[in-house]
C-alpha cells in the first residue's frame, strides 16, 4: 500500500451529488418546518404500494385491475391532505396536467424535462433509488413473471409514478425562483457523464480498500475452515458413521444439522448445492394465500391444495376429481416437513 492509500483511510472524499427535480424546487423558506418534499413524496408512493401490493391483510382490498400507475393517479387526485403537509394547498391544480396512462406519463415527463439523452439512464436509476424498497419489489415481480414466461409492468409503473411528482411539482410552481432551479438542473445533468466519472476515480481508493479485506478475510476463513475440515475428520475416525444425512446448503438447515450432530457422534450431516423437494406453490385449505415452496430463484411448476372428500368417494374404483386432488393432503404434509 502506498502512503496515499494509508491517508485516504482518514479522508472523506468530495462527492459531487446530482440533484433531482423535486430536490431543486424544494426552496420554500418554511420548508424546514414541515416535511420535505422528498419526504413527503417518498411517503405518499410509500402508502400507496402498500394498499396496492398487499395481500390477505387488509379487510378491503381495492382495486388493481388498470395498474399501479392509474391506482396511484387516482388515490393522489382524491388525497387532500398531501398538499398541506408539502406546503402546496394548491396542488390539486397541479394534478390535472396528470396524464391518464402510464406511457403517456412517461412522454409527458421526459418532454418536460428535457434532459440530454445520455443523462437520462443515470437520471431514471436515481429516481428509482429514492424509492429503493418498492423499486426492488417490483423488480423482483418482474423476474418472477419472467420466470413464468410472462411479462410484468410494475417497475415501469412505479418510475412513472416518481417522475411524474416531480413534473407536478414544476406545474404547481411557476415563479422565477423555480425557473432558476429548473435551469440550474439542466446545466448539472449536462455535465453528468464528467461528474460521475470523477467521483468513479474518487472512489478507487476505497475499492482497493475494499478488495485488500476481502482477500485478508478469504484467507483467515480458508485457514479456519481447513482446521475443522481436519479436527471434523479425526473425530469421525474415532466413531463409526452409522447415519449420514445430506441436507441443502440453506441457512434453515443448519438447525437441524447441529441438533443431529450434537445428539449423536455417529450421525454425520453434509451440505449439497440442491433443493431437495417439489417445485410447487400450496394453497391452503379455504384461503387464497398461495405460497411457493421451493426456493426463491426457482418458479413452481405445480399447484397444490386441500380438498375435503367425502363418504360417496371413497368407495369408487376409479379415481374421481376429488379423490385425485385429495393426494394434495399427503403433499400438505410433505409441506411441514421439509
Known amino acids: 500500500m502506498t502512503p496515499d492509500s494509508i491517508d485516504a483511510l482518514e479522508q472523506t472524499p468530495e462527492i459531487a451529488q446530482l440533484p433531482l427535480l423535486i430536490d431543486v424546487l424544494d426552496d420554500d423558506p418554511a420548508r424546514h418546518t414541515r416535511l420535505s418534499w422528498r419526504q413527503a413524496i417518498t411517503q405518499q ?10 395481500e390477505h391483510q387488509a379487510d378491503w382490498q381495492p382495486v388493481r385491475g388498470q395498474g399501479l400507475y ?50 437520462w439512464a443515470d437520471y431514471l436509476e436515481a429516481v428509482l433509488l ?41 406545474e404547481c410552481k411557476t415563479d422565477s425562483s423555480a425557473k432558476h432551479a429548473f435551469a440550474a438542473l439542466h446545466k448539472t445533468w449536462s455535465h453528468a457523464s464528467e461528474l460521475l466519472a470523477d467521483a468513479e476515480r474518487a472512489l478507487w481508493v476505497d475499492e482497493v480498500w475494499q478488495l485488500a479485506l476481502e482477500a485478508g478475510y478469504q484467507r483467515q476463513l480458508a485457514s479456519n475452515l481447513s482446521t ?27 438447525r437441524l444439522r447441529r441438533a443431529l450432530e450434537t445428539a449423536s457422534p455417529s450421525i454425520q450431516t453434509i451440505g449439497f448445492a440442491g433443493f431437495f423437494g417439489l417445485p410447487i406453490a400450496y394453497t391452503p385449505f ?53
Open 70 to 119: 392509474v391506482f396511484w393517479r387516482d388515490t393522489l387526485i382524491h388525497d387532500h391532505g398531501i398538499g398541506v403537509l408539502m406546503g402546496l394547498p394548491n396542488l390539486g391544480k397541479g394534478l390535472s396536467a396528470l396524464p391518464a396512462t402510464r406511457r403517456d406519463a412517461e412522454k409527458w415527463v421526459m418532454i418536460r424535462l428535457g434532459l440530454p439523452h445520455d443523462a
Open 130 to 170: 429514492t424509492v429503493n424498497g418498492w423499486a426492488s419489489w417490483c423488480a423482483y415481480l418482474g423476474w418472477q413473471a419472467k420466470q413464468e414466461g410472462r411479462s410484468d409492468d410494475h417497475l415501469r409503473d412505479l418510475l412513472a409514478i416518481r417522475l411524474a411528482w416531480g413534473a407536478v411539482l414544476l
Open 286 to 338: 379455504a384461503t387464497n394465500a398461495r405460497r411457493p415452496q421451493l426456493p426463491g430463484l426457482l418458479a413452481p411448476v405445480l399447484e397444490v391444495t386441500d380438498c375435503v372428500m367425502t363418504e360417496e368417494t371413497t368407495g369408487h374404483e376409479t379415481p374421481t376429481s376429488e379423490q385425485r386432488c385429495s393426494a394434495t393432503i399427503i403433499l400438505s404434509g410433505w409441506r411441514q416437513l421439509s
Open 45 to 54: 408512493v410509500s402508502q400507496t404500494c402498500a394498499a396496492f401490493f398487499d
Open 228 to 254: 475443522a475440515s481436519h479436527r471434523h475428520t479425526l473425530e469421525s475416525s474415532r466413531s463409526e458413521v452409522e447415519v449420514q444425512a445430506a441436507f441443502c446448503i440453506d441457512v434453515r438447515s443448519e
